[in-house]
């Protein structure tokens, strides 16, 4: 059923309600000149069949999407509505699809069957199909969470790097799995990111939630993501 896709900056701004899976799977390989991939816009890309979607995704973001018409028969994506770069948009359009994207160049992807995972992954949680969508109240709580775990360290502050993780949450309110959905230029950090975060604890009513797909984006100029928090290292 539905689930959320938060982006988390100096706040919590809600993206459309959306299908979210384990593991998408993220080509690693960065075309010369791909700065543009990565330079964030607005997308509002209703729920719907997921070839429409790509093609809508195709016209606001100005990048060549190929695809098999019979391999996209029958999946259907929750849509967009937000701002984030045209690599993540994708991303968080495929998730759930089975599929995954390859850019060749900076303005050219191809979209394929995602690999079968590997013998010794960590089995990802069931998802609870009839999870609740993230309002804005219990948006704001996961934020304040969220950010109280990550600014606890200046390795992880967010605010500098743009990073798309899922969170599955379980039944006392704490975060059982933490993945990275589009990751960071850095995976050191990712990996530090993703340790912290699994140190959040949450109302028990959150399980409903679960998973929820957050996006940490850079803040702008005026935004202080971590506020008047204080460091705590070690």
Excluded at 38 to 67: C, K, N
Excluded at 109 to 130: F, N, R, Y
Excluded at 199 to 224: C, E, I, Q, Y
Aim: charged share 20%; proline share 7%; with cysteine.
């Amino acid at each position: 059923m539905t689930r959320s896709v938060v982006a988390l900056v100096a706040c919590m701004v809600l993206f459309a309600p959306m299908d979210c899976a384990a593991g998408v799977q993220v080509a690693t390989e960065q075309p010369q000149g791909s700065e543009g991939a990565y330079a964030p816009r607005r997308f509002d890309i209703e729920a719907q069949a997921l070839a429409s979607a790509l093609r809508a995704f195709s016209e606001a973001s100005g990048t060549a999407v190929l695809f098999d018409d019979a391999l996209v028969a029958d999946r259907q994506t929750q849509g967009l509505h937000g701002e984030a770069s045209p690599r993540d948009a994708l991303r968080i359009l495929l998730a759930g699809t089975g599929l995954e994207a390859r850019f060749s160049s900076v303005n050219a992807v191809t979209v394929t069957l995602q690999p079968p995972p590997a013998a010794d992954a960590a089995p990802v949680p069931d998802a609870d199909p009839q999870a609740a969508m993230l309002d804005n109240r219990a948006a704001g709580v996961l934020q304040s969470a969220i950010e109280r775990a990550l600014c606890a360290r200046s390795s992880t502050r967010p605010g500098s790097f743009r990073l798309a993780m899922q969170l599955w949450i379980d039944t006392t309110g704490a975060v059982e799995k933490a993945a990275a959905l589009a990751p960071s230029d850095q995976p050191s950090r990712d990996d530090e990111v993703l340790a912290a975060v699994r140190t959040v604890r949450l109302p028990d009513a959150f399980h409903r939630f679960s998973p929820v797909t957050v996006l940490l984006v850079p803040s702008g100029a005026r935004s202080v993501p971590c506020g008047a928090t204080h460091e705590r290292e070690g």
